[in-house]
């Protein structure tokens, strides 16, 4: 795969849909977002007021505003200018953000060696053709006892391998590929988007390669009191959380 082509590719795709994301997404982002990602993923950064935040693939900043209400630093990236400007038009006390591509050193160069306590990456590494070189950075970008928490869809139970049938089960097609494959994240977006489908050991095994070792590990599902489809059964969240070992 020319990882270069797709990644300019994906580029191109979230611009197209910048404006559909940030129009359903808005402020504070939809109940995915809310009930099963931002929760537990503030709980796994454990940050404390004044703490800097990197967040990597910021999309409409909802996250990073969520972080800066508490008083936390934010630094917020996203490859898409588009997104970039859509989070700029809510209110962007304690929020540094930068139009910054993930895979690119030249780009990266350009948080001028900063470290942060915390890192994060929500539901974006799914989305990205190649992770090798991200990942390859995080040590550096980490302060001493800093943290490094990312959100994907739950390999296992939440990928164009796992079929809805449905409230109860799930069909489960493969696992163990790599593959690529297109589709929508939200109903109203103009184009379909590439996902890049990882078992959870290339994950860990990528941390691991990198100096980091695994710290916490959330797998995200619906109440099942208030939502009893299929998500409730099986969690189509998973979040990591990383340290330096
Ligand atoms: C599913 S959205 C998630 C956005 C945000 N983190 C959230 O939780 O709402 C994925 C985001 O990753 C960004 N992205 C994808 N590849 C990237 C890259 N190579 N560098 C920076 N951002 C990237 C996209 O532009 C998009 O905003």
Redo the contacts with the bound molecule.
Sequence with gaps: MDTNKL?SE??DI?DSN?KD?DDY?GEA?NDW?KKL?APQTEQLLNLKRNDRLL??????G??ARRMAKKGIKVTA????NL?IENAQKYDTSNINYLT?????ES?LKKLNNRKFEGLV????FM??PDIEY?FSQIKGLLTDDGVFVF?IQHPCFNSEFAEVKDDDSLLLKDYVHRDISKGV?IPTQTKE?YYFHRPISYYMNLGFANGLVVSGFVESSFDSKTNDGVYSKFPPILIIKMIKG
Excluded: E, P, R, Y
């Design positions: 990644n994906n580029k979230w910048a994301w997404m982002g977002h990602i967040d990597i693939g910021c999309g409409n909802l996250f990236f996203d490859f898409s997104n910054l591509d993930a895979t690119l780009d990456s929500n539901m974006v989305d990205m991200i959100s994240a988007q």
